[in-house]
């Protein structure tokens, strides 16, 4: 076989591979699998039964009678002979065709039937004429491929062989099929594999080429290779038509999508902004502060923060929804739609109404936050007033109650003792009554802290309660006190008085003891004679009955009162003013009983010696009588002397005369002893013996010594009362002495700590007012200190006398005399040191107002500038078409530098530690996120307003596009007379890619052609331009669906798929708002639309 006949065959096995193919696809469409396909058309089509199927598969005729059971060749004569009329009346053209032709089975004239039946079909829809279409088809490949490595399309045939070309055309309608640049054109089965794979797997084109069909024969077949990219055109034709209806309906989708995604983040962003707001209104209404400094600091640092961390984002945020809104109006207004209505409560009105409401909330935080911080400071201040007052009285009370405890135990021997106790006790009880304007000052202080609401409310009343206690105790204490020392002094008084008792009865008795005594040891009073002395003897012993029963009586009344003063607990040791005691009262009557007992010896013995005396006695009994009656008139003298002890003493010594006494007695014993030697032992005249007068002139000079003894004692008694007494005096004056510092110490101890209150008080104050309010109360401080130092010497000057007066201690007083001085030079020095602190802290305050008043009147300039940057901005919307109002948004100045100098007095501030500013309520960092939210609203609009004018420019057909549709015109007019007539406009249209019907030719040659049917290029382009923009309206985008849907009422998911390739979100949002279908089930995009352009 000649290389001629070779290559022949070639081109009928590849031509009858790929009509078969074709055949069998279209017949498969129609009636389905069940029709057994087509293996040979060259013997296959003789019954012409297949012929008439694949018209009506192709152009939908009814297929004319036939005999369906052709056994003899007159009757498949016949079929073939229906089949070409039903051919012929499709409009297709086979030129010489016989019936014999396809029962003879004539694979020639069948192909070419076959081919003209895909050149009619197919090939047709691209150009009335063959040439034109092959052109307009080249023509369009050249276009897809252009640009593409390797890929240069002058045939179909060899351009084709390597599988470049063919995957060029799929990359450049579907480049998320394959990737070309992985591509090597050396490798051309796998090339064409790749690209027959896709087309059949990826797009639903039908296998009609085999890597063999291309490589097995030195040149592909070139009606093989068209049949296949008509296919490649009609699919990606139709796709480009569904492509720009895709992106016309992505474009409204997108659109609505975007609107509706602004509407749900303006409302999401509103409804959240409505709820903080709302939220921080209740939160900043809420006034509670936690009751104590601390508390309202830590409130104060958390609406800092609020202000300079929360509120700033919020503000950007309220900025954000303003622009959302504003953004969101300017895009529906650009693209008709209608203007968007906020669900109640959420407009920018109702937001603005709330963000005053919120301002206002801030401005009373903020003002109650001030308030309660300096209410707390007060209160703070109050109450360590309150507990330092507390605190000195408690002090005080304790030193009171401690001065009692220490007396508890206290025992008193004088009256005197118990009188100056009585009268500290009452200079104890006045000082006390005097300090209680002091409890009722803390007492009315702390009331005061409770009342309002002082944080630690409890330890105040419990302190109050404490204080009340304590002074009811220290009260109840010092009156028990004072009626144990009123108990007391009436003791010591009673305790006197029965010493008193006790040593008159004592000396009276001693006196009578002494007497008794005195008459006992009288052994010369028996009588001169023998019948004296006889006759005296019933004397005698009713004169011992009677002495006895005077001294049992007084003994019996002594021992009375000395039982009483044991019964007080006075020992005997302790009867002060007499030495006498029981004991030496019961001696002496001991010694009286024994001398009476003497005197009856004695008597006895007279008696005896008076029967033996008989002499001369009358001179000696005259002398004897006169030394008698001497004595006798010196002991009257002597006793009847009256007086101060030292007085009686000296009258004693006066009258009582020994030398003459002991003359008188050594006369006497002259005169007895010359009786004696004249033999007289007896003398009736008298009983007066020499013996008898010296023992009379002894019991004189005892008498004598005894009243010397009692006297001295008696002295010695006086001496010690006076002393007793004088001690008395010195400890009351000393108690006098000390009860009057302690007085005067009292008062300055109370200035002196109220001064100390006031100097020492924490200079914790945010305004000259408070700086002012302390300058006052050390003010006062100052204007008191003359005159309390003048107190304060005064003091000192009388703390000699207690000096002087050997008082060391005063339990009395709060201070001592060093803590009063020393706490005056601390108050000097105070008053000095606290008066530039508050002068300096004036100053500061002063500065830190100024600054205030400069921030908050820049901050309201700012704040309102910003405010009129955002109204021009809003403005700028109402200002007609985009470019208006980018022309009006560019308009808008910002001013940097007062924003600079906010920061610089803000910054200021924060140097001076200035946190609040009753002033104003806007803060740098809020003003600074609304500058920022401002600017950011700006450039979004202006974006957004650029976008929008590059929207509007793209939704016409951009310059290059132009290009192309002069350049494809002038390429199909061939006799370059300036217009095309049918099929060479036809056969433009597919070079654009434009795939367009035969009705669809003739209203495009009746609206844009002559009346010869010639279209030129100005009406040309203003077709191609009005098929290719995008007018954004509703019937366009009805239009596009209907292309999508293929004419019918509903579309289906996979037909909505087509027109968003890349873009799921976009399908998805689609899919969740256009409506079902209630008939087919698919989806009514006419509701959708207008759903899309009612909103």
């Known amino acids: 076989m000649s290389d001629l006949k070779a290559a022949e065959k070639g081109w009928e096995l590849t031509q009858k591979r790929v009509f078969t193919k074709w055949v069998n696809t279209h017949l498969r469409r129609r009636f389905g699998p069940a029709l057994e396909p087509i293996e040979n058309v060259d013997t296959q089509l003789e019954d012409g039964i297949h012929v008439m199927k694949l018209i009506h598969a192709l152009y939908g005729a009814t297929i004319p009678k036939y005999n369906a059971n052709p056994k003899m060749r007159p009757h498949l004569l016949d079929n073939c002979e229906t089949a070409l009329r039903f051919i012929d009346s499709a409009g297709v053209k086979t030129h010489f065709l016989k019936p014999g032709h396809l029962v003879d089975h004539d694979l020639k004239m069948i192909l070419g039937m076959i081919w003209a039946i895909i050149l009619d079909y197919q090939i047709k829809g691209i150009s009335v004429e063959e040439m034109s279409a092959k052109e307009g088809l080249l023509l369009w490949c050249q276009k897809k491929t252009a640009g593409y490595r390797d890929v240069k399309v002058d045939n179909f045939h060899m351009s084709f062989q390597d599988g470049l070309a063919f995957c060029a055309l799929i990359h450049r309608h579907r480049p998320d099929l394959l990737d070309f640049d992985a591509l090597n054109k050396e490798n051309k089965a796998d090339n064409l594999k790749l690209a027959f794979d896709i087309a059949e797997e990826k797009l639903g084109l039908p296998r009609l080429l085999e890597v063999e069909d291309m490589l097995g024969v030195p040149r592909p077949d070139e009606k093989a290779v068209m049949v296949m990219v008509s296919e490649f055109f009609h699919f990606f034709a139709n796709q480009s038509q569904q492509e720009t209806a895709g992106r016309r309906i992505a474009k409204v989708v997108s659109l609505t999508k975007q609107n509706d995604l602004l509407k749900a983040e303006f409302l999401s962003k509103a409804e959240a902004l409505v709820a903080w707001i709302q939220q921080t209104i209740a939160a900043l209404q809420d006034h509670n502060f936690g009751n104590s400094v601390d508390g309202v600091n830590q409130k104060i640092g958390d609406f800092d923060d609020y202000k300079t961390q929360q509120k700033p984002p919020r503000v950007e945020e309220k900025l954000n929804v303003e622009t959302i809104f504003n953004n969101l109006s300017m895009k529906l207004r650009a693209n008709n739609r209608p203007a968007f209505e906020p669900t109640e409560g959420l407009s920018l009105m109702d937001i603005d109404g709330l963000w005053q409401t919120l301002e206002q909330a801030e401005n009373d935080r903020a003002t109650a936050l001030r308030n309660e911080l300096a209410r707390q400071i007060k209160l703070e201040a109050l109450a360590s007033r309150f507990f330092a007052k507390a605190q000195a009285l408690q002090k005080y009370a304790n030193g009171k109650r401690n001065l009692l405890a220490s007396q508890e135990n206290e025992t008193f021997s004088t009256v005197g003792q118990v009188q100056v106790r009585l009268q500290m006790i009452e200079a104890f009880e006045a000082d006390l009554q005097a300090s209680r304007s002091r409890l009722q000052d803390a007492q009315k202080l702390g009331n005061e802290l409770i009342a309002d609401n002082y944080r630690d409310s409890p330890a105040v009343q419990t302190k109050i309660d404490e204080l009340s206690a304590l002074w009811d105790s220290v009260d109840s204490a010092a009156t028990v006190r004072k009626s144990q020392l009123a108990s007391e002094l009436a003791k010591q008084q009673q305790q006197d008085q029965l010493r008193a008792q006790f040593a008159q009865q004592a000396k009276a008795l001693e006196r009578f003891l002494k007497d008794a005594a005195e008459n006992a040891r009288d052994h010369t009073t028996f009588g ?74 004695a008597y006895d013995a007279e008696l005896a010696r008076q029967h033996l005396l008989e002499s001369k006695r009358k001179e000696f009994a005259a002398a004897a009588q006169q030394f008698v009656d001497y004595l006798a008139a010196k002991r009257t003298e002597i006793s009847s002397i009256d007086g101060e002890p030292e007085d009686q003493i000296a009258a004693v010594n006066r009258i009582h005369n020994a030398d003459e006494g002991s003359s008188r007695l050594a006369a006497l014993s002259a005169l007895e002893q010359e009786n004696r030697e004249l033999g007289v032992v007896f003398n009736k005249h008298t009983n007066l013996s020499y013996p008898v007068l010296s023992a009379r002139w002894s019991a004189y000079t005892a008498f004598v010594r005894h009243t010397l003894e009692d006297l001295d004692q008696a002295l010695a008694l006086k001496n010690s009362t006076a002393a007793a007494r004088q001690e008395a005096q010195q400890q009351q004056r000393l108690e006098d002495l000390k009860i009057q510092f302690a007085n005067k110490a009292n008062v300055l101890s109370v200035w002196l700590q109220s001064a100390f209150e006031v100097l020492n008080e924490p200079v914790a104050v945010s305004s000259v007012d408070g700086v002012v309010e302390l300058q006052e109360s050390a003010s006062l401080v100052q204007s008191e200190y003359g005159p309390k130092t003048q107190e304060k010497d005064a003091l000192v000057a009388f703390s000699e006398t207690l000096v002087a007066a050997g008082i060391k201690e005063n339990p009395l007083s709060e201070l001592t005399i060093d803590e009063v001085v020393a706490q005056f030079a601390k108050v000097g020095d105070l008053l000095g040191s606290r008066a530039a602190q508050l002068d300096q802290e004036l100053a500061s305050q002063q500065r830190n107002e100024q600054l205030r008043l400069q921030f908050a009147s820049s901050a309201a300039s700012f704040s309102a500038h910003v405010d009129d940057c955002l109204g021009a901005v809003q403005a700028s919307s109402e200002e007609g078409d985009v470019q208006q109002q980018l022309a009006a948004l560019n308009a808008v100045k910002f001013d940097a530098d007062a924003l600079s100098a906010l920061k610089a007095l803000d910054q200021d501030l924060h140097n001076a530690g200035v946190s609040d500013n009753k002033h104003t309520n806007l803060t740098f960092l809020a003003l600074s996120a609304k500058a920022n939210s401002l600017l950011a609203a700006i450039q979004e609009k202006r974006t957004l307003l650029e976008k929008e004018i590059l929207a509007q420019q793209h939704s016409q057909v951009p310059p290059e596009q132009l290009n192309e549709i002069k350049e494809c015109f002038t390429q199909f007019d061939k006799d370059a007379k300036g217009h095309l007539i049918i099929y060479e406009l036809k056969a433009c249209l597919s070079a654009l890619g434009e795939s367009i019907s035969e009705e669809g030719l003739d209203l495009v040659i009746k609206q844009y052609g002559d009346a010869e049917g010639r279209v030129d290029l100005a009406n040309f382009t203003n077709f191609m331009v009005a098929r290719l923009a995008d007018a954004d309206n509703e019937s366009q985008i009805l239009a596009s669906f209907n292309v999508l849907s293929g004419g019918r009422e509903f579309v289906t998911e996979e037909q909505l798929r087509i027109a968003f390739p890349q873009d799921a979100e976009a399908l998805a949002y689609l899919l969740q708002n256009i409506p079902r279908h209630a008939e087919s089930g698919g989806y009514d995009f006419a509701a959708f639309v207008r759903a899309a352009y009612s909103r």
Do not use: C, M
């Open 528 to 601: 001169d004679t023998l019948e004296d002395v006889t006759a005296y003897k019933a004397t005698l012993s009713a004169s011992e009955a009677d002495v006895l029963q005077q001294v049992q009586t007084l003994t019996a009344s002594l021992h009375q009162v000395n039982d009483q003063l044991k019964a007080l607990g006075v020992d005997e040791s302790d009867y002060r003013v007499t030495p006498l005691t029981v004991g030496s009262i019961a001696a002496r009557t001991d010694t009286l009983k024994a001398l009476l007992a003497e005197r009856v010896v």
